[in-house]
């Protein structure tokens, strides 16, 4: 996902993708610096709601709402 498309994901709480896991929603996005450039990664909730996940923004997929 692009930088927009993750922020619209936590501001909207749609469900998100990564490593072909299906999360609840985005709950954080988290910007670090990393060597002088700024790395975004997003915190994202389990389905259950039981943990957190963080991932950089680039290997996460948004859900469509046909599936």
């Known amino acids: 996902m692009t930088n927009t498309e993750i922020k619209d994901a936590l501001m909207d709480g749609r469900r998100v993708v990564h490593n072909g896991i299906e999360y609840d929603r985005v709950s954080a996005i988290i910007y670090r610096n990393s060597n002088g450039k700024i ?3 997003a915190e994202m909730l389990d389905r259950n709601h039981n943990c957190i996940v963080v991932a950089p923004v680039e290997k ?6 046909a599936e």
Not at 60 to 65: A, E, L, M, T, W
């Open 39 to 41: 790395a975004v990664s």
């Open 60 to 65: 996460i997929n948004g859900v469509s709402d």
